[in-house]
């Protein structure tokens, strides 16, 4: 991601991991919910902390910014441990990258919860966009729209690529 001008804060993992697991499908077994800032979950919460008590991952800050996370050397050796389950899924990790790894958390806000409400099976009666607009009320209509046709736009890529089955 950071290749694509990420940032790579935890926000930015969030929200590639679920793109990943939920448009992808690329099996990393988290459960997400919708959170102050969008899908989100505690268990790749936990795992990131983990992966920096293992010395796999670290922060490093940016003034003013805050906090990056960056592989350390340990972390680079073990990715080049499982490098067919690196290859199975490059294609969909790139295309991630490429789709938000440029994106300022508010825009990863708006598309990843646009995301969310178009895979939710709870949004019977109710139009994609005023499901957005009620469970984040700062998100406005123009956005909600602007985001939804981004995530459209994203599937229908993903279909044609190959990289996803979802409807």
Request: proline content about 4%; overall charge negative.
């Amino acid at each position: 991601m950071k290749d694509k001008g990420s940032w790579c804060g935890e926000t930015h993992i969030q929200k590639a991991a679920y793109f990943l697991q939920e448009l992808l499908g690329v099996p990393m077994g988290f459960e997400f919910i919708l959170y102050k800032h969008g899908p989100y979950s505690f268990d790749l919460s936990d795992e990131v902390t983990a992966m920096r008590a293992d010395s796999l991952l670290e922060y490093k800050t940016r003034v003013p910014y805050g906090p990056n996370l960056f592989p350390t050397k340990e972390g680079q050796e073990f990715l080049l441990r499982y490098p067919k389950t690196l290859s199975n899924y490059a294609d969909r990790i790139n295309f991630v990258a490429e789709k938000i790894g440029i994106l300022g958390v508010a825009d990863l806000e708006r598309l990843a919860t646009a995301l969310y409400v178009t895979f939710d099976e709870n949004v019977e009666g109710k139009s994609r966009e005023d499901t957005i607009i009620e469970l984040k009320p700062h998100i406005t209509i123009d956005e909600s729209c602007e985001a939804l046709k981004k995530i459209d736009a994203i599937k229908r890529e993903a279909m044609e690529k190959g990289l996803s089955s979802s409807s």
